[in-house]
């Protein structure tokens, strides 16, 4: 299922959420608070500065095509996804509004990757942190959590996350990150190398700098607002599509324009999907949504590694099977140019998962007519009717 949304789509802003209270546990002219402020801030921005950048890797397409195929990839980060580029963002507007307090915990609602890095972050500043997630997130995830020194709080239902982690936030005299509120807002999306930026830096030297496409996937929906702003505040013509799997609302949500829809079955594509429409998702900043069959992204994350070697997660594979359609969609209009989109995080992270036949069997996900259809893309350059 595809849609281009046309002129007439109304699609309102959510509502603004309430900002955190304000606290009185801490004065804030207190010399000893403010040097604790200054060297956590410190601390962040010195993780940037000892950081790389992110590689942007060629997926190979055949040469006559004349479209080039990129895949920004985020999975080499210090701690492993997309996720290491919001934890920072969060961290630093959190302590720059005075909501992070020393010896208060930070709580994340998340379905993995953000608590991984935010753990980290939260580590780096000596602050406890919490991860409330569903109990079906992977397991390597929380034993990364761990690692960096997090709690996992886990609860049955994925539509509670939001509330267990206000409350816990309010038990605790800590602070509720909230990710799916924050994101947009928290990234510097007119520059200081964000995404975006980046890559368009890296494609200076390519024979098409300014791509047709970039595909993103929407968790928070923050890395598509961020894109797409950029690409808007910097008066490029590249689009940028959303690719969203089968439990999620986002889709219908920007089909429809309404903020009143929800999906009641968890994503089992992770990082990517919500249940309700979330505030850092920017519906009217994106040129086009794609519904991506589940067996169909991990079909995509499996050719990935024929293709170029590495593994990743499901949600790569989301936006890898939408880039492939659109790059057929040019060469069936006759166009050349480039499109770009993600690696979010490594497959390591899935091995009992995405990379398991078994839990493909047990999910009832038959991924081979979807595989057939990419090796039969990948040859022709014809793109099978019924690959949908
Ligand atoms: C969060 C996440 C995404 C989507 O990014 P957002 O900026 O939150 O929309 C994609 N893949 C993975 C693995 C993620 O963790």
Redesign the pocket.
């Known amino acids: 299922m595809q849609h281009t949304r046309t002129g007439d789509a109304r699609v309102t802003s959510p509502v603004h959420p309430v900002c955190p209270a304000p606290t009185i546990d801490v004065d804030r002219s207190d010399p000893a608070y403010r040097a604790w402020l200054k060297e956590s801030v410190r601390k962040v921005q010195a993780d940037a500065n000892r950081s790389a950048d992110t590689h942007l890797l060629r997926f190979p397409l055949p040469e006559s095509w004349g479209i080039d195929l990129y895949l920004k990839d985020e999975s080499t980060h210090p701690t492993g996804?997309?996720?290491h580029r919001?934890a920072r963002s969060l961290f630093l507007y959190g302590l720059c509004n005075g909501w992070i307090r020393p010896g208060k915990p930070v709580i994340e609602a998340s379905s993995g990757?953000?608590a991984v890095s935010e753990a980290y972050f939260a580590k780096l500043i000596g602050v406890p942190f919490i991860a409330v997630m569903p109990r079906t997130t992977s397991s390597a995830k929380t034993r990364l959590i761990e690692f960096h020194g997090g709690r996992c709080h886990l609860v049955d239902d994925p539509r509670t996350v939001y509330e267990v982690s206000a409350r816990l936030a309010a038990e605790s005299g800590g602070h509720y990150m909230d990710q799916f509120t924050y994101?947009e807002r928290a990234t510097d999306w007119r520059g200081n190398n964000n995404i975006a930026e980046s890559v368009f830096e890296q494609l200076r030297l390519e024979r098409f700098p300014e791509p047709a496409w970039i595909v993103a996937?929407?968790?928070?929906?923050?890395?598509?607002a961020t894109i797409a702003r950029y690409i808007h505040y910097s008066q490029y013509d590249t689009r940028v599509c959303v690719a969203d799997p089968e439990n999620s609302c986002f889709f219908d949500g920007w089909v429809t324009g309404s903020n009143d829809v929800s999906c009641d079955s968890p994503s089992r594509i992770?990082?990517?999907g919500r249940p309700r429409m979330e505030p850092s998702f920017v519906p009217n900043a994106v040129d086009r949504m794609m519904k991506v069959p589940d067996a169909a992204s991990v079909a995509a994350v499996r050719a990935l590694e024929g293709a170029i070697g590495r593994r990743a997660?499901g949600?790569t594979g989301t936006g890898l099977w939408s880039s492939l359609k659109i790059v057929a969609e040019m060469l069936t209009l006759g166009r050349s140019g480039s499109v770009v989109t993600l690696i979010?995080?490594p497959g390591d992270r899935y091995l009992d998962k995405y990379y398991s036949d078994d839990w493909l069997a047990g999910q009832g996900l038959d991924i081979r007519p979807y595989a057939a259809a990419i090796d039969a893309f990948l040859a022709t350059g014809e793109w099978p009717d019924h690959a949908g």
């Open positions: 996804s997309l996720k919001l990757s953000t994101a996937t929407a968790g928070t929906g923050g890395t598509s992770e990082g990517i997660g949600s979010c995080d």
